[in-house]
């Protein structure tokens, strides 16, 4: 074994990383529960986006926990107990899904001094490497959030960069000691700087893909049109997309027109501008990742 693999899995000791997913469970947006033709589609995204991406990442030390809804249909029970074999753990929620429901789930399967939680929506596909590049920044933590600012949007065969501060895709290190984990559900995505100090990081490529779908409830296309090929390498799911010359060429045209409506809309979205160029600068993410 040689220094750099024997440190990297003296730093693995030291941590519990857990990716969360929340299905149809019960919250502020969805108080009731879903239909059987939203679970059918749902259930489409997950096996077709989410679950080849986090099954295929490179680092494999990590626990993956689907939040469920106890009092789902049991023939949507079946299915994702089929579909957790090897993959996932699929963890019935009796009731509505908070932050302390949460935090005492990740509390009873880990011992370690530090717990790294990240959230990724049932919907959404991750890159390749994600898990690694977020394990990649543990550096003993007391509390603190990690942003991989490089991500892009796919909506109707079509792909958008998309980099932003806010995402849902975050990450939380801490040492909760005796106290319980607050976990990265502690607050809301775009809410984090509320509760601690945050990280973003530069990456050589996307490490994230929101799938917009008509579904969503507060995602909309915003980012700029690029060739599909740049990011499917990345990404282990089925990606196919409608690149045409001039298609891609009014597709940027119209996403800068889209960004320069934003702006004026809203002056205040220059400053998440800012911080997303200060963050692929090396010096303010410590590097950058491959």
């Known amino acids: 074994m040689t220094q750099e693999n024997e440190t990297l899995e003296k730093r693995c000791h030291m941590f519990a990383h857990f990716v969360l997913t929340r299905f149809n469970v019960r919250n502020s947006y969805h108080l009731t529960e879903p239909s059987d033709a939203w679970l059918i589609d749902r259930l489409a995204l997950f096996k077709k986006f989410c679950i080849p991406s986090l099954s ?61 939680t990240t959230r990724v929506d049932n919907d959404d596909a991750v890159a390749r490497d994600f898990v ?34 806010k995402n849902p895709f975050i990450s939380l290190i801490e040492r909760p000691d005796s106290s319980a984990p607050s976990t990265v559900f502690v607050t809301h995505h775009y809410r984090v700087q509320e509760k601690g100090t945050i990280r973003n990081i530069r990456t050589s490529h996307p490490m994230w893909l929101q799938v917009v779908h008509g579904g969503n409830i507060l995602n909309e296309v915003v980012g700029l049109r690029i060739p599909g090929t740049t990011i499917s390498r990345h990404f282990e799911c ?53």
Not at 84 to 109: K, Q
Not at 133 to 144: H, K, L, P, R
Not at 243 to 261: K, V
């Open 56 to 116: 295929r990442q490179s680092e494999k030390e990590f626990e993956w926990l689907v939040f469920v809804d106890s009092k789902s249909p049991l023939w949507f029970l079946a299915e994702m107990e089929s579909l957790a074999v090897e993959t996932f753990e699929m963890v019935l929620v009796d009731g509505a899904f908070d932050c302390a429901y949460v935090s005492s789930a990740i509390a009873s399967r880990t011992g370690r001094p530090y717990i790294i």
């Open 132 to 165: 690694e590049v977020i394990q990649s920044c543990f550096t003993n933590q007391a509390f603190e959030f990690i942003n991989l600012v490089h991500g892009a949007q796919f909506a109707q065969r079509k792909t958008y960069l998309r980099p932003y501060t």
């Open 238 to 290: 089925e990606l196919s997309f409608q690149d045409g010359f001039l298609d891609l060429s009014l597709g940027f045209l119209g996403g800068l027109g889209r960004i320069a409506i934003r702006f004026m809309r809203k002056p205040a979205r220059v400053i998440e501008a800012v911080k997303v160029l200060r963050a692929f600068h090396p010096s303010q993410s410590g590097g950058s990742f491959s």
